[in-house]
Structures are given as structure tokens and as C-alpha cells.
């Protein structure tokens, strides 16, 4: 979730095209997802990987249905497809 507030302040602060980069969608049951395996020990259990994709993915269809400008996904790999794509290596030809 923290990627779709982040698009939200580019759009405020007028950034066109926004590119995504590190944004997999690729939640495993029973696996940590982020940088540090203590991220979600907060909640004491990990949510189910599907419902945790489908909401990641629904919030960024939203936004790429209803900002008119460009939202570029940059990842390498992985299964967010509701944005344009670019190879990553190609930002910096």
C-alpha cells in the first residue's frame, strides 16, 4: 500500500510519467515480503498471499483508471500488469 500513496503525491507534485520500480506483486503464504523478515511480525501472522495480491492489485488498477497521465511499470519480472511496462535497463540508455 505503500506504493499507491506514494503515486498519489506524484500526481500532487505533477509527475508525468511515474515509474514503478521493485513492484512484484509477489506474495508467498508464509513468507515474508519486504526487505527485513521482522516487517510483519506486527501483525503476528502473515495475511494469505491472495488476498494480499488481489488488494495490491486492485488499488494500482485504480490508479491507472482514473490518472490520465502515464504510470510506467518498471519492474524486473514479476506480475503487476495494470501499467504500461519498460525495461528497467532502458531508464538509463
Known sequence: ???NVAIQIAVQKGYDPIYLVGCDLGYKDGQPSHFTPDYEQGAGKL????WANMDTLAAHMVAARTWPGRIINATIGGNLEAYERINFLDLFK
Open 47 to 50: 495475511r494469505a498471499a491472495r
Open 1 to 3: 500500500s505503500s506504493v
